[in-house]
């Protein structure tokens, strides 16, 4: 999508009230529709990535605006919205086959009059009917237009608008696109995907911290989505021919060679390699991950987070948990084979125990360790043993490591750079073991000098 039409887009939205109607032709009618084409359906796994603005959103990406929601959500915002309490679906769409609601909508497709009443009107129809929808109700049920939800006194106009529109966009993606999709996939996967269920997957989304790195985030999206490409999903690289295909022999996991390598196997619980290293995981971090624990039908739905309990910490555990999992199957076991269980589970827990401790998220106000130049002895003490722990976590025998740091007096002012790179005792780099790099670099930023240390590190490593 081009970034300009995108933020145009975005400027009528928020500007002006768009000509309303149902013709193709009708500026709204455009807009949705380039809209929906650019950024919404363009028919891959990945159509979810920008999803709009959402009620709780799912998705690794900033949501984008959606102007035409907008649009509704501002002029049905200006209405009454009290006059459509309890009606039910089935009344809003005998309604809208009345007679004054055709009447109504000639009369605002008028050519270049703008009937802004009936655009208000309008517009409130198709918000309380996106309300509707997003109740799901059951088959054979009748879902409730409770009108308290957006006529609260207290509510300030900006803020009931914005609750509308959340609703709208709601109604719009998920329930008849995104959220049928998930539900579809999740079945492919043998789960039963309840409106509960996918309610808390969305929360679980929402309630990752903005500073979790996009890698987690990424990972876990994927997951969901059966994106992850694992040999047993690329196999329509070796036989485009589905016949075929299925009865080619499955690909052997890395992990364990017992079973294949899919999502199924790894995170469903068939690997036993990766089951015991969660549960030493879960016994590191102190947080409990197990299928008892986050209320999940079996250790597959407990991974991909549909959990009848929701729980932040648990979340973020678990994502990073998946996410190391799948880093060490793709640069460690897709390369070095024939591990025994004991070292293999070792791996996998020690990565995600270190990647919890590096990236979990704890407020900067709430950290035991304060920030570096301002440390009290105890907090000094807390974060020495922290850097030991994490330095015993990593695995110098198998791994380069380097160690990186850049200083400067003032900033600008003097300043180096320094690294310390140990090498494992196999491989091209048998013959060297710990290095210790250092340069004075002059006057210079306290930026440069700690991308200069890595430079030095990778010249190192190439030599
Ligand atoms: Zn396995």
Redesign the pocket.
């Known amino acids: 999508m081009n970034v300009f039409v995108l933020s145009m887009l975005v400027y009528i939205g928020m500007f002006s009230p768009l000509p309303y109607g149902e013709k193709r032709s009708s500026a709204s009618r455009r807009c949705e529709a380039l809209f929906r084409r650019y950024i919404v359906f363009c028919g891959t796994g990945y159509i979810w990535e920008h999803l709009v603005g959402s009620q709780s959103r799912f998705g690794p990406r900033p949501s984008l605006i959606d102007p035409w929601a907008r649009s509704v959500a501002t002029l049905a915002s200006q209405t009454d919205l009290s006059v459509w309490d309890g009606y039910t679906d089935q009344a809003i769409e005998d309604h809208r086959e009345s007679a004054d609601y055709g009447a109504m909508v000639a009369r605002s497709q008028d050519q270049g009059i703008l009937h802004l009443d009936d655009l208000r009107s309008l517009a409130a129809i198709d918000a309380v009917v996106a309300d509707l929808y997003a109740q799901y109700p059951a088959d054979g049920e009748s879902a409730t237009f409770v009108a308290s939800t957006y006529t609260d006194r207290e509510l300030r106009p900006v803020d009931r608008r914005r609750r509308l529109e959340r609703r709208i966009v709601y109604s719009t993606y998920h329930y008849t696109a995104q959220d049928p999709d998930l539900v579809a996939r999740f079945a492919r996967m043998g789960l039963n995907c309840t409106p509960e269920l996918l309610a808390n997957l969305h929360a679980a989304y929402d309630s990752m911290p903005p500073k979790l790195k996009p890698y987690y985030r990424n990972t876990q999206f994927k997951l969901t989505l059966n994106a992850l490409p694992t040999e047993v999903r690329m196999l329509w690289r070796v036989e485009p021919v589905k016949e075929a295909r299925d009865a080619l022999p499955r690909p052997r ?1 890395y ?2 060679e ?2 294949e390598d899919s999502i199924t ?2 995170f469903g619980g068939q ?1 036993t ?2 089951a015991r290293a969660l549960q030493v995981f879960s016994a590191n971090v102190q947080v409990d991950l197990s299928a008892q624990a986050t209320g999940a039908q079996n250790a597959l739905a407990s991974a991909l987070l549909l959990w009848s309990r929701p729980h932040p910490e648990r979340t973020q555990a678990m994502v990073i948990f998946n996410s190391s999992v799948w880093f060490q199957r793709c640069n460690f076991f897709a390369f070095q084979g024939n591990n025994t269980a004991d070292q293999t589970v070792d791996r996998i827990a020690r990565e995600a125990t270190l990647n919890w401790r590096l990236h979990c998220h704890v407020p900067k106000s709430k950290s035991k360790y304060g920030s570096a130049g301002t440390r009290t002895p105890a907090q000094e003490t807390a974060a020495r043993a922290l850097a030991h722990d994490i330095i015993a976590s990593i695995d110098h025998e198998n791994t380069i490591v380097a160690y990186t740091d850049g200083a400067s007096r003032g900033n600008p002012g003097p300043c180096g750079a320094g690294a310390i790179i140990t090498y494992p005792r196999w491989g091209a780099a048998a013959g060297k073991h710990t290095e210790e790099l250092s340069a004075g670099l002059g006057r210079g930023s306290n930026q440069l000098v700690e991308l200069w240390a890595i430079g030095m590190v990778l010249a190192d490593i190439e030599t």
Do not use: D, N
Request: hydrophobic share 40%; proline share 0%; net charge positive.
């Open positions: 996991c992990l364990c017992a079973g196997h790894m690997c390699r990766v």
